[in-house]
Each structure stands twice: as structure tokens, then as C-alpha cells.
């Protein structure tokens, strides 16, 4: 049976709002309840259908925890069902883990290391699965719509017809080559444990899924404890395409034929190699720029660099577009936000364990949230206050504001700072059940994964406080918004959603919030199948309206193993998809992604073809991008290389 959403509900408030008002006894003010913002009733569209809870298949959703043995260099798709608008151009990319059993891709032929052991089916050696998904080896999935271009016939081989790519697409898959990932690799084994007792842990939103607010080892540098799977966004801007981890180094994509060409120090602008970047990268729409963050941690002090890029990506002139700032004690910070002259981070105060700091720096053993929470308004290297830090603290109101999913921020008028985001409630979680493939029952998911609503937090610097309210109690993931808002007010949210409303379930459907009108509207496949972050996608010629574009999404197919790339109206969400595309294999749950809209990121089928024959071409030879650094013009090993090319000595 379909699941359709009804069109259009009244958006429901969760809880309270809350303010913290400076007063001489700094009292925690809690405030009216939401109901004058967002009403508590629902009420249907005449035309919509009633919404149906029905419970997901979770023996078809835990299909989606399976290593992906099979890569795709170059594939052409075409929908069956439905067909794909000519006004959809541009690529598609997105992140997530991929490889659950380590050492399950075999090297290249002519390795100097070869594995003593073959891969193996997921579940069948615990001495090489995972303990968590976001353990798992990140692969990248692009897919390319063409329009109504076809390759021009200089551009196509002489001696092969020039391939018809009107209304189709053509699909990408590839796990980054990080160096643990090539180590494991060439070994046939699991090489990276330094998170596994942390993992073992019952710590509700320190290993939360999907994503965990324990996300590295606390040892600092390059070493076999923090292990970068560069395996959480990926970000494609001024010609460049990286893949983001929280706790190392993004890596740097060939935007065609999705090949490894090495870490990224960002031109030179991270002036280490053992430095570490944020998860997150945020584009100013307005301005045309994008910013980096990374965090030094300490247990004490902790340092915020903030990375400021034009449309070149280079550095922007005012201050090298660099800041640096202070942060109390260790800054355990993965997410964030721009407006037009600020970057927002919200930092949960945690207590250190100085003694297991020392020893071991498992961030298990070592870190407890304290129950509240800051946020920082950091200004941007262009702005007058270049530097300029602000800080607040948030209300606490029974639960954590750690691991926020930061959707868009803007500035208001009188100066107000407003951001919404996915807000997790730990209280909601359970024992954790830390066992491939961790959520094969309702039960077992709710143990893993904590509550998630959608929240609106407004920062005022001129009185001081912090006020938040909740918008939804829906659960929801992967919050996005039309890019062309990123920076300023935007009016339409859109994010993957539980099927059981407000309880706690694996994301399923696609919602889209309307916060003017306090409405929604949604869109439910079956209960075997899955949706991942929702991506808007621009209409090409398209830039007046906030939703006249498309919102792309993967669907697993838990009962056949198989993904699809869905196409949907943004605004006509609830009539479900206009196209779906075979992706050719199953693709896990993932992570975030983009899309690059325009003729700059159309290349045609024969261009990508041509590519990834020459990537594979390199690889199998042996001649791998990422055994030198992507930044340096000349070749050398680095410490962690060490390990690969001499590890069965060391």
C-alpha cells in the first residue's frame, strides 16, 4: 500500500519555548507554549488524503547496512517510471559509508601488498565489521543529468556513435581512497580500533545514528586511533569536489570520474597535515563564497579556525580569510552555520575525565555532557569585526542542544540571529545494541537512534539572550533548504522523515515545512523502501521562486536490495515522484551531499566515460593520487603512508 501524506497539515508544536533572560539572579525563564506560533490542531487539505502510520520493515531497512562490493566507473540510466524534466541539469553527489567488513575491495593487481585474506560477506568475521555505520569507508555516488544535451561530434569518439543522453543520466559510484582505506585494503583486515570501546558504550547521543556526536578519537595528528573515512558530506564548489569527515582532512575529488587525488589542505591555507577540519562546509549564496571550519582540541582550550574562499576558491583578501578564536575547554563541535557576517556554532560544555584524557583519549571514557550549551557567533574574515567572538548561553530545558543538524541561518534587521536545526533528545534512547546489522527490529533502532524534531533558535546580541522554540515534533533528518536561500531568510525547509509522526523511526519519507503558512506537506513510498536527505535541485532558468525546483533523494529498496534516485516537485511534494532512476546497485544509508546545478557540472556522457577509463587506467597501474598529497606539486611518503608501504615490517 502507498503511503501519501496528507498535503498541507498545520505544523505541530512539540514543547515550550524558552528564553535565557540576564537578570541579577540569572534565573532560567521558561515562557508561553509555542501554540501561538504554530497551532496544535491538524487539519487536512479538502483534496488530501488522511496520513497512514504504518511500521517500516526494519529487516528491509538493516539491508541497507551492507558493503558495497561493486563500484560504478561510468553508467548510463534512463527512469522507468516516469521521466526526467529537461530543466533538471547538473550533478548530484553524496556521501555516506559504504564498507562495513574492512578490506572487502580488493587492490589493484600489480600491489606490492597483497591481502592474506579474500573479502568477506558482511556479519560472517566480527574481527573485520565495524562496530558503527559511521565506522564504515565512505564512497561517493554522482549522478549527472544531461537535459537535452547530447556530445557534440569533435568532442565524441571518431570511431563510436555519439551517445543519446537526452532525458537520462549517468551514475558514479566509488569509495574514497583515504589512506586507511588503501591500508585496509592492501591488508584484508581491520587496521583502525581506536573508537571501538567507544562504541561498545551505552552513550545515547555519543553514538547516535546516523550520525554520532562522538565522531573521532581525541588523539590529535595523524595516527591508526583516528581513522578518516571521509565519509560524511560532500561539497562541490568553484570547479572542486571534496569529501568531508569530522576530525581530518577533506579529500579531493575528481568531479567526473569520482577518483581519489589526495587530501586537501585547502590550497595551502591549512598550513598542517595533521590538522583537523569540521564535517561541514557552509556556501554564502549571496556572496558567492564558501567557508571551512576546523577545531583545535584540547582539554582546557580549544582553538576555532574559520576558512573563508571566493568563487575561485581562493582565500578571500580581507585577512587572508582566515579567523582564529578561543573556545572554553574541549570544543567537540560538528556542525555550523553562516549569515551575512557571522558564523553560528553551538558548543555543548562537557566535563573532561583529566586522568583518561591523559591516558587513553577515548572519547568514550573521557567526556560527559554537562547538560548546557553555547553558542558562538564567530565574525567572518570580511566583515568589520573580523574575529570577533560573541557567545550565549542556551536555556537548558531537560535535554542536550549537543550534535545539532544546522540547516540555514540569517541575520533579521535589529540585528537578531536566527537558525533552524535538527535537535536531538538522548532521553529518548535506549540500550544501545552495537551489533551488525544493528537495527534489524523497531526496537533495536529506537535503542540506536535518539528523538529528532526541528527547532528555531533565535540568538539576540543587543539583549543578551537566547530564545528556542520547536517547530515540529515529526522525526526528522537531513534537514535542507534551496541553496539559493544559504545565508538569508528562507521560508521553505525540507527533510527525510520518519513514517510513525512524532515516534521514533528510521527516515523514510520526504516533508517539506512551509514556516510562513505553518504548514506541511509529504511524500511516503512503501514500508520496505527509504528515502535519504532530500536535495533541492534548481530549475534550470529558474531563480524567482524558492520552490519551483526538484527535490532529489536515493530510495533504498530494503525487500530488493536495490536504489533508485527519486525526482520530485518541490512544490507538489505530496504527488510523489515525476522520475525514478535505477542507481544499478544498493546503496547504504548515507550521509549528506549536494548538487552542483548549471552547464558547468553537464558533462557529457563521453566526457565522464573518457575519465573514469583513465582513472581505472592509473589505478590498476598502480599510479593512485592519493599516495601523494593533492596540494604539493612534488611526490614523497607522509607519516601514514609508512604503514602502507612497510607495515608487515614495522
Not at 343 to 367: D, R
Not at 380 to 391: D, Q, Y
Not at 441 to 467: A, E, I, M, N
Not at 574 to 591: D, K
Request: some cysteine; glycine content about 8%.
Amino acid at each position: 500500500m502507498k503511503l501519501r501524506a496528507a498535503a498541507f497539515l498545520v505544523l505541530s508544536s512539540c514543547t515550550a519555548s524558552w528564553a535565557f533572560q540576564p537578570s541579577p539572579s540569572l534565573l532560567l525563564l521558561l515562557t508561553r507554549p509555542s501554540t501561538t506560533m504554530y497551532a496544535d490542531t491538524v487539519a487536512a487539505a479538502d483534496a488530501a488524503q488522511t496520513t497512514i502510520s504504518t511500521t517500516p520493515d526494519m529487516t528491509a531497512f538493516s539491508n541497507g547496512y551492507k558493503t558495497v562490493f561493486n563500484e560504478i566507473s561510468c553508467a548510463l540510466a534512463e527512469p522507468t517510471v516516469g521521466a526526467l524534466p529537461l530543466d533538471l541539469v547538473g550533478t548530484y553527489y553524496k556521501c555516506g559509508p559504504a564498507m562495513f567488513s574492512a578490506g572487502s575491495i580488493l587492490p589493484p593487481k600489480n600491489s606490492l601488498v597483497k591481502p592474506k585474506q579474500p573479502p568477506v560477506p558482511d556479519g560472517t568475521d566480527p574481527s573485520r565489521t565495524v562496530k558503527h555505520p559511521f565506522e564504515g569507508d565512505g564512497a561517493v555516488l554522482a549522478i549527472t543529468f544531461h537535459g537535452d544535451k547530447t556530445a557534440q561530434v569533435e568532442d565524441a569518439n571518431a570511431n563510436a556513435p555519439v551517445v543519446d543522453t537526452i532525458g537520462k543520466a549517468t551514475v558514479r559510484f566509488k569509495f574514497v581512497r583515504t589512506n586507511a582505506f588503501t591500508n585496509e585494503r592492501k591488508k584484508g583486515k581491520k587496521l583502525y580500533t581506536g573508537m571501538e570501546s567507544t562504541r561498545a558504550m551505552e552513550n545515547a547521543i555519543g553514538n547516535d545514528i546516523h550520525l554520532p556526536f562522538f565522531r573521532h578519537h581525541l588523539m590529535p595528528g595523524l595516527n591508526k586511533l583516528r581513522k578518516n573515512t571521509s565519509n560524511t558530506r560532500t561539497v562541490y564548489f568553484g570547479k572542486k569536489l571534496l569529501s568531508l569527515w569530522s576530525g581530518g582532512l577533506p579529500y579531493k575529488l575528481d568531479s567526473l570520474a569520482l577518483s581519489t587525488e589526495g587530501r586537501s589542505q585547502l590550497g595551502g591555507v591549512v598550513k598542517k597535515e595533521e590538522s583537523s577540519l569540521g564535517g561541514k562546509a557552509v556556501i554564502d549564496a549571496k556572496q558567492n563564497r564558501i567557508l571551512f571550519y576546523g577545531i583545535d582540541e584540547d582539554s582546557t582550550s580549544s582553538q576555532l579556525n574559520l576558512y573563508e574562499f571566493n568563487a575561485k576558491f581562493q582565500s578571500i583578501k580581507e585577512n587572508d580569510g582566515v579567523v582564529q578564536v578561543k573556545l572554553p575547554g574541549l570544543a567537540m563541535i560538528h556542525d555550523f552555520a553562516v549569515t551575512e557576517n557571522y558564523a553560528v556554532f553551538v558548543q555543548p560544555l562537557v566535563k573532561v575525565n583529566g586522568m583518561q584524557y591523559m591516558l587513553s583519549k577515548e572519547p568514550g571514557k573521557t567526556v560527559a555532557l554537562e547538560g548546557s550549551s553555547m553558542v558562538h557567533l564567530v565574525s567572518r574574515a570580511g566583515s568589520k569585526s573580523a574575529g570577533a567572538l560573541n557567545s550565549f548561553q542556551i536555556p537548558f530545558d531537560g535535554f542536550d542542544d549537543a550534535n545539532l543538524q544546522f540547516i540555514n541561518a540569517y541575520e533579521e534587521e535589529e540585528g537578531t540571529v536566527v537558525f533552524d536545526a535538527i535537535r536531538s533528545d538522548e532521553r529518548s534512547k535506549g540500550t544501545a545494541n552495537l551489533q551488525w546489522p544493528w537495527a534489524s527490529s523497531l526496537s533495536d533502532y529506537k535503542s540506536l537512534s535518539t528523538k529528532k524534531s526541528l527547532w528555531r533558535y533565535k540568538v539576540h546580541p543587543q539583549k543578551g539572550f537566547v530564545s528556542k522554540d520547536c517547530l515540529t515534533d515529526d522525526q526528522v533528518y537531513f534537514g535542507v533548504i534551496n541553496g539559493a536561500n544559504s545565508g538569508s531568510v528562507h521560508r521553505y525547509v525540507y527533510a527525510a522523515a520518519g513514517a510513525l509522526g512524532s515516534e521514533v523511526a528510521p527516515p523514510q519519507g520526504i516533508v517539506k515545512y512551509d514556516l510562513e503558512s505553518n504548514t506541511q506537506e509529504s511524500w511516503y513510498p512503501e514500508s520496505h523502501e527509504f528515502c535519504g536527505e532530500p536535495m533541492y535541485a534548481q530549475r534550470q532558468g529558474e531563480t524567482s521562486s524558492e520552490d519551483g525546483g526538484y527535490i532529489l533523494s536515493t530510495l533504498f529498496n530494503g525487500r530488493d536490495e536495490t536504489s533508485e534516485l527519486v525526482v520530485l516537485r518541490a512544490n507538489d511534494l505530496s504527488q510523489g515522484p515525476i522520475a525514478r532512476i535505477p542507481i544499478g546497485i544498493a546503496v547504504p544509508h548515507g550521509n549528506h551531499g549536494c548538487f552542483a546545478s548549471g552547464e558547468e557540472s553537464n558533462w557529457t556522457y563521453e566526457e565522464i566515460e573518457r575519465r573514469a577509463k583513465l582513472a581505472d587506467k592509473m589505478e590498476t597501474r598502480g599510479s593512485m593520487w592519493n599516495e601523494v598529497k593533492s596540494d604539493f606539486s612534488g611526490l614523497g611518503l607522509r607519516f601514514d603512508d609508512m604503514e602502507e608501504y612497510f607495515g608487515d615490517l614495522m
